[in-house]
C-alpha cells in the first residue's frame, strides 16, 4: 500500500484513492502495514544484492560501482520510464512483479501513449471540451442542416473511465483500421479516412466539392463511429442517414480489408420516401436540384448513381490504399487530386511516379472508367514543347504535334521488342532513348528526371526562358471542350501522355493520346485529343495519417489489387 500511496503522490491512481475512502480505519492500518513489496520483488532485489556483493561471481571490481536494480528506482522514476514505451510492451512489463503492475495504474503512463501514439489532446476530466472536434467540424462547419445533438446524441461515462481503457479497448482494439480506405462501391468506389477524432474513432467519407469547382476544400461526412460508452466496453455506431447514430458492427475481415453493418436500416429512411431522400442526396452530392440539371444525359447518369450507391446502405467492404511514395526527382509531390470528368462530375485521382512514367490512378470512379483503372498515364521521357498562344488555338496543330510524337514513341517501343534478336543490341537501347528524338524541338526544360546520358544542352538553353519562374503562356484550343474555365493561363511545361477511354460499363477500353499539363505544385491538366476535352486536377489539401506504405513493394502490390478488382 505504501507504493501506491508514493504513486498517488506523482501520478494520481483514482483507483487507489477510491479504494483508501471506501475502507474503514482498521481496514487502512491493515493495508498500511503490508510490506513494500511481495516476495517476487524480494527475490529479484536479492539477486541483484547478490550480482554486487565484493567476491561474487560477475561482481563489480573495486572501480566499478555497484549494480543497482531497477525495483531500487524511485516509483516517480519508473513512471517516466514506463511512459516512454511502447503501449504494446507495457502489458509484458505488468507481468515481471506486483510492484511495475501497481505502477502500470498509473493512468498519466497511458495518457502519455495515447497522446503520442494515436493523437489523443482531449482531456477526460474535462466534460466540456469532449468530443468538440468532430461535433463541430460536422455539424457547424460541414454540414450545418444537421444538428449538432443528431451527430452527439450520446457521450461516454468518462468521468468514470481511465486513459488504460481508451488505450487497450478503443485504440489498440481497432488500430488496423486507422488510415486510408476504398469502398467497394462498384464503379463508383470513394475515399475512407478512418481518424482518431477526440476520444472517438471515426470513419469519415471524403468527397469531392461540388462540379466544377475543383478548387474549393474536400467535404465529407462520417460513416460510423467507435466509442467506449461504457468502462472496457466499445461500441460501434452507424452514421449513415439523418436520423441520428445507431448501432452498427465492425468485422476486420484480414490484415487490409474490413467491412461495416448497419443493424438499423431503418434510420436511413426518411419520411419522404424515395423521392425526399434523392432530392437530400442530390443537394449534398451535386449541390443543386434535377431541375438546374438540363443535360439529359448527365441527368440519367445521376439517377443511376443514386439507385446503385443505396443499394449499399446496409454493409459495406473496404480495402486499404496507401498515398504513394515520394522521391526527391519527382516532377511535383505524389499524392491525391481532385479532377473534372465531364458529365461524371468531380472525381478524386492518386498521382504516382514509376520511373520513366507517371500515372494517375481513379480512387472514385464511374459507369465508363470504374475506380481503381489507370485514367491517366504521362510518359516522362517525351516532352512536348508548345507552339506559341496564336497557334496553340488551332487545335490542329496541337494534335499534329501530339500525333509526331505518338510515332515516335510507337517506333521506339517497336525497335526495343525487336531488341532482343541482337543479343546485346537491347541492352544499349534504354539508355539511348533520349538522344533518339527527331523531333528535339518538343522536348521542354530539363527536369531532374532527365538528368541521364545524353545531350540536351542545345534543348534545355532553346527553352530557357520557360523555366525562368513565370512559364509559357497557355490556352485551350478552340473546339476543346472544358468544365472549368477557370484554369491557369501559364504552365511550366508539357508532356506526351495517354488517357483510358470506354463505352458504359468498362466495355472497349482503349488507350488514346494527349498532352499532360503541369501548371504548378498543386495543378495539373490533361487534354483528351480523341474526346476533345480538358480535364483540371487540382491538389487534396489535407493531412492523412497512417496511410503511407511500408515499402514501395507495397505499394505496387496495392495499386495492382484495386485495378483487378475492376478489370
Known amino acids: 500500500m505504501a507504493v501506491c500511496a508514493r504513486l498517488c503522490g506523482v501520478g494520481p491512481s483514482r483507483g487507489c484513492r477510491r479504494r483508501q475512502q471506501r475502507r474503514g480505519p482498521a481496514e487502512t492500518a491493515a493495508a498500511d502495514s503490508e510490506p513494500d513489496t511481495d516476495p517476487e520483488e524480494e527475490r529479484i532485489e536479492a539477486g541483484a544484492a547478490a550480482l554486487c556483493a565484493p567476491g561474487a561471481g560477475g561482481s563489480a571490481g573495486p572501480s566499478q560501482p555497484p549494480r543497482c536494480s531497477l525495483l531500487e528506482l524511485p516509483p516517480e522514476l519508473l513512471v517516466e520510464i514506463f511512459a516512454s514505451l511502447p503501449g504494446t510492451d507495457l502489458p509484458s512489463l505488468a507481468q515481471v512483479c506486483t510492484k511495475f503492475r501497481r505502477i502500470l495504474h498509473t493512468d498519466t503512463i497511458w495518457r502519455r501513449r495515447c497522446r503520442e501514439e494515436y493523437g489523443v489532446c482531449e482531456n477526460l476530466r474535462k466534460l466540456e471540451i469532449t468530443g468538440v472536434s468532430c461535433r463541430d467540424v460536422y455539424a457547424k462547419r460541414i454540414n450545418p442542416r444537421v444538428k449538432s445533438g443528431r451527430f452527439m446524441k450520446i457521450l461516454p461515462d468518462y468521468e468514470h473511465m481511465e486513459y488504460r481503457d481508451v488505450y487497450t479497448c478503443l485504440l489498440h482494439r481497432y488500430r488496423h483500421i486507422l488510415g486510408l480506405w476504398q469502398p467497394d462501391i462498384g464503379p463508383y468506389g470513394g475515399l475512407l479516412n478512418v481518424v482518431v477524432d477526440g476520444l472517438f474513432i471515426i470513419g469519415w467519407m471524403y468527397l469531392p466539392p ?15 463511429r467507435i466509442h467506449l460508452m461504457e468502462r472496457k466496453s466499445a461500441t460501434v455506431e452507424c452514421m449513415y442517414g439523418h436520423r441520428g447514430p445507431h448501432n452498427g458492427h465492425i468485422q476486420i475481415v484480414k490484415k487490409d480489408e474490413f467491412s461495416t453493418k448497419c443493424n438499423q436500416t431503418d434510420h436511413h429512411r426518411m419520411s419522404g420516401g424515395r423521392q425526399e431522400e434523392f432530392r437530400t442526396w442530390l443537394r449534398e452530392e451535386w449541390g443543386r436540384t434535377l431541375e438546374d440539371i438540363f443535360h439529359e444525359h448527365m441527368q440519367e447518369l445521376i439517377l443511376m448513381k443514386f439507385i446503385y ?41 492518386m498521382l504516382s511516379f514509376h520511373g520513366k512514367h507517371a500515372r494517375a490512378t481513379k480512387i472514385t470512379g464511374d459507369p465508363n472508367i470504374p475506380a481503381g483503372q489507370q485514367t491517366v498515364e504521362i510518359d516522362l521521357m517525351h516532352r512536348i514543347q508548345l507552339p506559341d498562344v496564336e497557334n496553340l488555338r488551332n487545335f490542329n496543330e496541337l494534335s499534329r504535334i501530339v500525333l509526331e510524337v505518338r510515332e515516335q514513341v510507337r517506333q521506339e517501343q517497336q525497335q526495343q521488342e525487336e531488341g532482343p534478336e541482337d543479343g546485346e543490341g537491347h541492352s544499349q537501347q534504354s539508355p539511348q532513348e533520349p538522344q533518339r528524338d527527331p523531333a528535339q524541338p518538343n522536348m521542354g526544360p530539363p527536369t531532374e528526371k532527365d538528368r541521364e546520358p545524353g545531350d540536351r544542352g542545345a534543348a534545355a538553353a532553346e527553352e530557357q526562358p520557360a523555366q525562368s519562374g513565370q512559364g509559357q503562356p497557355f490556352v485551350l484550343p478552340v473546339g476543346v471542350s472544358s468544365r472549368n474555365e477557370d484554369y491557369p493561363r501559364t504552365c511550366r511545361m508539357c508532356f506526351y501522355g495517354t488517357g483510358l477511354i470506354a463505352g458504359h460499363g468498362f466495355t472497349s477500353p482503349e488507350r488514346t493520346p494527349g498532352v499532360f499539363i503541369l501548371f504548378d505544385n498543386d495543378r495539373f491538366g490533361f487534354i483528351w485529343l480523341e474526346l476533345k476535352s480538358f480535364s483540371l486536377y487540382s491538389r487534396v489539401q489535407a493531412t492523412f495519417r497512417n496511410a503511407d506504405a511500408p515499402s514501395p513493394q507495397a505499394f505496387e502490390e496495392m495499386l495492382k489489387n484495386i485495378q483487378s478488382l475492376t478489370s
Open 309 to 349: 450507391t443505396s443499394q449499399y446502405d446496409n454493409c459495406l467492404t473496404y480495402r486499404r490504399i496507401y498515398l504513394p511514395p515520394s522521391h526527391p526527382d519527382d516532377l511535383i509531390r505524389p499524392g491525391l487530386f481532385k479532377g473534372t470528368y465531364g458529365s461524371h462530375g468531380l472525381e478524386i485521382v
Open 210 to 224: 461540388h462540379d466544377p469547382h475543383v478548387d474549393d476544400p474536400m467535404r465529407f461526412k462520417p460513416l460510423f
